[in-house]
């Protein structure tokens, strides 16, 4: 069952320009400069019920301009779109009721309030009966480990317990599309893996279809089953991400530093990026060698004082993508 | 009909769960409340001195019908209302910059209707604190204001209507923060169009008489003047007629919104993360 379908999706704004200075802005007010700026052109894509899609892009490509028409916050300027059976823009109430958002940069909780004052106003928002409301927000808390913060103000939480509190609360309704938008920007890895299983355990138990921008390769890996992937407002590729882990996630970006000045050395699969005193930075193969053997050899040559394995990022997915296609 | 009454109370329900959580909210900041209110005890000192001598040189117990302890009730009242208005302006112009408004239109409530919750929230705590400190002062120095039940009643029935084209008002004011980058300059002509043709400052009958028959048909005067008004004079049996007009305007200030709201919500651009 599709349960978005866009069709040669646009979206254009107007950007005023204005020359600097103060002479700029008198001319600006006089006669203002007015250019359009198209931030998605016509896109087309579909997804089904229980995918697990990330919809990936450098800054300024338009993935958050589509999830906002997606969810009917933003109009789009021409193009058909239909989520869950609905017209976004027209429906905006009653598709509000049958998807959940997480918005990695902006809140939904109430920073001087504790976590279970937003439950409770969010069962008032979606129209919730009291005891559905109670028996789902204690599954949640028990299966989010909030229990010991509920009732303590979100403004003495840590990021990693907020995040939490976000996740659960867009739960909170049953929504049967999760939008996530950067869901685990500025998390450390150990918070990014609770999250990533939780979007895992509810895609699976209840079949939430699961539409994701990230920054971060690893949600991408983890969590989804295939890819889109649009700059500067079109789609580039629209793959499996084990294929796109294939062509393009298949290096690893390893910083290390050593207790002693390495010699030159050849290791299979590894490319020596930047070499200064003791630091080193690697470009790993994984398609033909592994992150923990490559330190295991350096290991028995050097001892490792600090060691940080970075996914390449989003530009250079990008990049290389453009490359592969002679762009 | 059974199942659309419940439907409605549901629908109201998170209505009252936003004021609720307004209210609640805004508990934590009652200090600066209060360090307001310090304010508002500074300018009707200052009201107090400088018609205390407006008085004293005419020689007159009565201005434009109004005794001295009138007026410093008065304007107790007007000066409470417009420091307890909220800034709705500066909070919608805020969400559009910083794309908040995204988690706002995101949920199965009406925008407008949800600011409304929270306008109101905010605006009970500022009267309720601004009327009691204001009001003890005018009390120690003037005594207890002469409201019987009929004054009090009326007041009470033209305050949420006033609050209504205010907050309609304004709300227009905001919305356009959908298409201008900048909009409080359109916000500052409105509050000062307030102070002076809608009775802030001063009643409207001390005015010139021709400035006295515009202001009664703008609309200024239903936010400010006429709660204030019902509540320190008795107005005979033309009240009601006011207060209909009141209702007029209301209803007016609310289809203004809600086109600019529809006109808006399309136009809306937000852009990036």
């Known amino acids: 069952m599709t349960v978005i379908r866009a069709e040669n999706l646009t979206k254009t704004f107007r950007v005023k320009r204005k020359a600097p200075g103060f002479w700029g802005s008198l001319q600006s007010l006089a006669k203002p400069d007015v250019v359009e700026k198209e931030a998605v052109r016509g896109i087309s894509f579909r997804v089904e019920k229980g995918e697990t899609v990330a919809f990936l892009g450098p800054n300024g490509a338009g993935k958050s301009t589509t999830i906002k028409m997606l969810t009917g916050i933003l109009h789009p300027t021409s193009g058909r779109l239909e989520v869950l059976g609905m017209v976004p823009q027209r429906e905006r109430v009653r598709l509000a009721f049958r998807i959940g958002t997480v918005f990695g940069q902006k809140s939904q909780l109430w920073y001087h309030l504790p976590p279970a004052d937003t439950f409770a106003l969010m069962a008032d928002i979606y129209e919730l009966p009291a005891k559905p409301f109670r028996v789902r927000r204690d599954e949640l808390v028990e299966l989010f480990g909030l229990g010991p913060y509920l009732h303590t103000p979100v403004r003495k939480l840590s990021l990693g317990e907020r995040m939490r509190c976000e996740m659960a609360v867009a739960l909170l309704h049953r929504p049967e599309i999760l939008f996530l938008d950067e869901p685990t920007i500025g998390m450390d890895v150990v918070v990014k893996q609770k999250i990533r299983e939780m979007i895992r355990l509810f895609n699976r138990k209840e079949g939430v279809t699961v539409f994701l921008t990230s920054h971060d390769a690893g949600d991408v890996e983890e969590l989804c089953d295939r890819a889109i992937i649009i700059n500067h407002g079109e789609v580039v590729m629209d793959v499996p991400v084990h294929q796109l882990k294939r062509d393009v996630l298949k290096y690893k970006i390893v910083h290390l530093k050593l207790g002693a000045e390495p010699d030159d050395f050849t290791l299979p699969g590894t490319e020596v990026l930047k070499r200064k005193g003791t630091g080193l930075k690697l470009k790993v193969d994984i398609l033909r060698t592994t992150v923990e053997a490559v330190i295991g050899r350096l290991l028995e040559r050097y001892p490792i004082l600090d060691i940080n394995v970075e996914d390449p990022s989003m530009e250079d997915v990008i990049t290389t993508l453009y490359e592969a296609k002679g762009g | ?273």
């Open chain 2, 1 to 273: 009909m059974q199942w659309e009454i419940r439907a409605f109370l549901r629908k109201g329900r998170k209505y009252v769960g936003l004021f609720r959580i307004h209210l609640k909210n805004h508990f934590a900041y009652v200090h600066d409340f209060l360090i307001r209110t310090l304010f508002l005890i500074v300018v009707l000192f200052i009201f107090t001195q400088l018609w205390g001598v407006t008085y004293e040189v005419t020689g007159r117990d009565r201005i434009a019908g109004f005794s001295l302890p009138m007026m410093m009730w008065y304007l107790t009242v007007t000066e409470s209302m417009m420091m307890a208005y909220p800034p709705l302006v500066e909070r919608v112009e805020q969400e559009v910059k910083s794309g908040q408004v995204a988690v706002t239109l995101i949920r199965p409530f009406s925008y407008v209707g949800a600011h409304f919750s929270a306008y109101l929230a905010e605006f009970i705590l500022r009267l309720s604190i601004n009327l009691a400190i204001g009001g003890a002062l005018v009390f120690l120095l003037f005594g207890p204001p002469e409201v019987g039940p009929g004054q009090a009643g009326r007041f009470l029935l033209f305050l949420p209507v006033s609050l209504v084209i205010h907050f309609s008002f304004t709300m227009c004011i905001a919305l356009l923060a959908f298409w201008f980058e900048e909009v409080q300059g359109f916000h500052l002509i409105y509050t000062r169009l307030l102070m002076t043709l809608g009775g802030m400052m001063l009643p409207l009958e001390i005015f010139p008489e021709s400035v006295e028959r515009l202001a009664h048909v703008l609309p200024f005067q239903a936010v400010i003047y006429l709660p204030a008004k019902m509540m320190v004079t008795e107005p005979g049996g033309l009240w009601w007629s006011l207060w209909l007009k009141q209702i007029g305007w209301a209803l007016f200030s609310l289809a203004l919104m809600g086109a600019i709201y529809r006109r808006g919500v399309r136009n809306l651009d937000l852009n990036g993360g």
